[in-house]
């Protein structure tokens, strides 16, 4: 924890936006910064970057996790006498808060006995997150967002597992696009990783393995002040761990010590193609939580517009 | 019947957009209508239109439809030898995909053994529905909202359940605000009935009874080439129905003939009150559905950013 | 608590069953017990004592108590190419292990940082109860089932809510009823106040408040070596509570000191009516919970056999 | 459908109870049979015959079947103001009704738009199953268990997946363990398969292929009047088919024509060691299903009492 806790003094926000914030760093959206969002729409374009919520998604029951179970309450009910008259039908889901496309909300992880801006590990019950559930991001998350393709700058269609992303291949990769994150942007970072499920439809090796940020990196977000950081794998962190001592670092230096809000299993192969055709590399980016009361997570669908 | 067919031969989009289409009246948001939405944005404010995912939620059991049930999968799990190391949380949420703020999709109510645009009944099984399921709106909704304050110009707090809302009262509401509803925008009604939720605490009068859309309204919704339309009540129509005879003639004409999306439990207390107090009326709004496949509608967090 | 800690003084289990038991009073349900509750059998008569497992039982909500909600997976699913051939139907249920006839496992409740028989509460986490959950129970619970009828010796149709039960009155019941609880016996003891839910159909007079044992009874229980004890109520014990300032006293003490079983919301209308026909008091008593690794508890169909 | 219609008209029990029976061959649990039943209690010994419900069962998520999914929805909820006093945990759990160890209800399996005794297929709806459900056995199943040792009398420890079991070898098991199954017998028959999950674990293994009664044992159990058979196999009946052409005929004209309730998944081993111990193969069998309103299936823990 060492190396955390050296790392963690250096990009703290505890207290930067008050004592009692539960926001962490989508406090870097400003009005201006919405404004300069909006005025990325150019084209008119809309990108979903959500995988299906399927029975056949990424899920293979590693910790609880399985896929959203989805099935009918009301099926073609007749309403009123005539059998040629309307009739509806209703459903529900079953889903881990976690199982595909989503945000971790700042109680997702923490160390030491709390949570992000010091908020005591107590106030995490079996009745949810009382302080940083994903309800307290209810009005957001919306920004300018800023695609990185990793994968397309290395000239690869995909980034393999375990390979660890640098602050200088993220510099890298600005440069080839001509882009540059500012404070407030929302950061997505493409390894092309996504296609071992949505292409070769393995399950074990998408969600076991991925290639991501490296630790060095958490400085780097903290520097440019991004508001949110979302990837195309499960964890937007490398795995295998860069070192096996160091569980999930960028996680817990993001979430407790930073405020930083991740967001995982974006599909970004279609927005990528589209931005690698225009060189437009930025777009108004909208990916509202569902306000569930105490959520640490929330299944999301996030949307780029052009 | 004989009503709900007559006036769907006026108002029927069949074959519009081509037989197999499944996204009836969303087409009407055009790239033009997403860049008109964009200019929208002047100040770069923020507004969640949704109510709480909560088990003290606005159901109280009728059709089955319960408050989402939220559980812990995993909390605070020690991740590594550490106990002062990282630990995680995990949750999972059953609930009714119309247990709050929501999407119809265009296979929650049908008539006459076919769906929207022709589709056969037979394609909606306890699988799912396979046609104009909610799934096939996963890019959208990103268009101009035009929020109608119908309260408001009736100079009350709310309007009572019952209350029929005509189409010369929403055009009292358009030149009231010095505002008109174009092609691909979305319609916002607010009834203010809301309230007797988010204020009074009472489900059953939120739920049993509301003012609402009368049937006359769905040629006006059909000439103006509204893309989506949404209310702060259960229904959007008005309940008790206008002739106890006809059931739900709003949601069959609408979702099933016109293929209009409905949105139903929109809290527009705070937007509305904004909008009164700048005089700006239009946004750019964002609602993106869980595309989740074969459901039949979809919570949602809709946002309004001015 | 001082009043709890008295009488756990004297009426503890802990090691009785040495130090590593999960399974409590039932220890006293010996081989020559069930040779004794299979002689009961004289007819051949079976009595079904559990509530239907339905959308429309008893819970209203409280503390996140819902009832069953019950969806169909598969709904006549064809098996092969042949429409006229065989097709199957799966279902699946959602339920709170408490929302209806039950047995409260050794876990359901403790105090002090310590469950039945010394086990730490830290082995009752979000995964479940590591000890003495109702798993611990899976080859039981089977022994001579005896059935006190309060409200027939009462001359009532039901006892009311508040109606504290007192030992004398149990055995003025084994008098008047000719029979008398020993060692291993599964008590039911019948209020009449099921029938606020079952005739009445008025949930929370059932939930709310019910006659039920007051803290004397324990020491009595403790005595007969009673090895479960059951009711047609929701708690066993009489709600309101004898002193308020003493929570759930016959919870704490059966449960966590002598590691006494109870069991809730057993319908005994059928059963208490057929013995009070034939003058048998006694019968094979069989209620196998469902071995849910972990579980707190567990939805029983209880039978008793004549 | 040739074979199976032919079969059908033999062994077909519709009408024998009334036109109105939902319980088909339990009926042939008359009192007398309990009474035989009881009579089989000797030593007084108690077994489990069920799998643990647990996330870690025997489902792999084929035809959308998954293992229990069990969560806390109280931790340790302290009553009252002390926090040294009582405090309860409460769970819930989410659970195909066809998980593990249970009985098939009578509108499990259909064909030819009827079901056992000729109710109307459409009274098998999303809503559940108003014929034949799981919830018309609510007062059973108690009766004589024989278990008939397939594998101990092969002199294997397990029978071999597609392994065929004939009359013939029904007959061979019981003259060898000197035991007759007579009419309203429960019969349990082992192959020895489940040790696939239960000592190798492997799901698929166990789930996929397996040893079964033949189509020939239909008219067998017939002519014997079982009152229900159970295996410990996921079907009950061979898999892979005897002929691919005909799909699971021992499921259509068990349960659709002949009534005939089925049991899978049941633990035979401890049970048939003992059996084999004592040279007793029949006891008391007692596997109340859980009464869930229109169920088409009952997760159990069956009792065998010796």
């Not at 992880?109 to 590990?121: E, K």
């Not at 009745?127 to 397309?152: E, F, H, P, Q, Y």
């Not at 929330?298 to 052009?306: D, Q, Y």
């Amino acid at each position: 924890m060492d190396v955390i806790r050296d790392i963690a003094r250096r990009v703290s926000n505890w207290g930067r936006w008050g004592s009692a914030d539960e926001r962490g760093t989508v406090n870097f959206i400003t009005p201006e910064v919405i404004r300069r969002a909006a005025a990325c729409v150019k084209r008119g374009a809309v990108f979903s970057l959500a995988l299906p919520f399927a029975g056949d998604g990424p899920q293979f029951g590693q910790g609880g996790r399985i896929n959203p179970v989805h099935l009918m309450t009301s099926l073609q009910n007749q309403l009123g006498a005539d059998p040629e008259g309307p009739r509806y039908s209703d459903d529900v889901i079953m889903m881990p808060l976690q199982c595909a496309t989503q945000w971790d909300s700042l109680a997702h992880v923490h160390y030491g006995g709390q949570l992000y801006n010091g908020h005591p590990a107590s106030t995490l019950t079996a009745a949810g997150a009382a302080r940083n559930g994903i309800d307290k991001m209810a009005a957001g998350i919306v920004s300018r967002g800023v695609l990185l393709d990793l994968a397309r700058v290395h000239g690869v269609e995909r980034l393999q597992p375990g390979h660890v992303i640098s602050p200088a291949a993220l510099e890298a990769a600005e440069q080839a696009q001509g882009v540059r994150v500012e404070s407030g942007d929302v950061l997505l970072v493409r390894t092309g990783h996504i296609r071992a499920f949505t292409v070769d439809h393995d399950r074990i090796a998408y969600m076991k393995q991925m290639p991501g940020l490296g630790i060095a990196c958490v400085e780097w977000l903290h520097a440019r002040e991004v508001a949110a950081v979302a990837s195309d794998t499960n964890m937007v962190e490398v795995f295998p761990l860069e070192d096996p001592a160091v569980m999930l670092p960028v996680h817990a230096l993001c979430i407790r010590d930073m405020g930083l809000t991740l967001g995982e299993m974006f599909d970004l192969e279609a927005l990528a193609s589209d931005c690698a055709r225009d060189g437009e590399w930025t777009f108004l980016f909208n990916a509202p939580p569902l306000p569930v009361t105490g959520g640490v997570g929330s299944p999301i669908n996030p949307l780029a517009v052009k």
